[in-house]
Every structure is written in C-alpha cells, then in structure tokens.
C-alpha cells in the first residue's frame, strides 16, 4: 500500500495546467485520488465509485461520473453507456491502472468491459499516464487495452528492473519511478 501512495504523490505532478483529467478505476489511481487537493479549479472524469465518493465534496473539484453498469468486483461503471457518454469529451490527462505490463501484448485488466471503456478512455486522452506496481510488469490479464506505444508515462516503484525500464524508454515511454 505504501508504494501505491508513493505511484500517487508522483503521478500528481503529472497534472500540471490540465483543467479536466480522467481517473480510471483500481487501488493504485484511487490513492490519486486520495491526494489530489487542486489549488486551482479541475474536472475529474471518472467510472470508478470510490473516486467520485472520495472528490466529490472537494474544493476546486468538480466530479463528472461516468454512469453505466456497476461491475460489483471494480465498483466501476462500464459498458456501451458509459462509452457513449465520453462520444463528446476530451481530457488532458488519463490515469489508468493495470492488471498487467507486457511487451508484445500491451497494457491488460481482467475485466473486459472495463477493458473496453479504458480504450475509449485513452482515446480521448491528450496524455496516457499508467500507475501501476512493480508486480504489475511481464504479465497479462484477459483484456487488452492498448499496446506500450499508446503510453506516454508509466508510474512505478523502484522495484522494477532496470532492463524492463529501459525497453520502455527504448519504445518511447516516459517511466518515472516513485520514490
């Protein structure tokens, strides 16, 4: 749980001037939320439950909650509602977790649906950030959501070898190791 704190407090940084990010679902993009005190006005994005009940009576937070089918495993939204309501939306910055980090396969979950909305997500993002632990990498979950070079930073702990980080690098994204 501690790393997962670590992954947030960096990723935060990664927000930067955008006035509308999308936090996905999972342990590690919720403890971004957890952190996330905005001194400026900002739009969260967001399927997951427990991330618009964390912001949505935060100042200088507004929660924009993607509704649909409510997966009992993620408590997040998903499906062919939650997609259409992000047909007009456009963000600055994604931030998704992942069930698995594979080299020839992509960024994966375990749950299909949810699988399908991140690829919708990502879509529509201007910069893709992964947060996911160091036991995340060389491993697949059923659904594919995107391949590395849809990525533009990967958020880890420093637990990751150092061959892995620098394929990443090699491929084109940007990792930044939470220390």
Known sequence: MEEKKKIARTAMELIGHNDSIIIGSGT???ELARVLHPSKHITVITPALKVALELCNRPN???LQIGGLIHQSSSAAAGSFAERLLDDISCG???VGVDGIDPEFGLSITNLAEASLNMKMIGLAQTVVVMADSSKFDRRGIGRICSLEQVDYIVTDNQVDAGTVQMLQ????KVILAS
């Open 28 to 30: 590690t993009v919720f």
């Open 61 to 63: 937070v507004d929660v």
């Open 93 to 95: 910055v994604l931030f």
């Open 170 to 173: 090699d491929r084109g994204v």
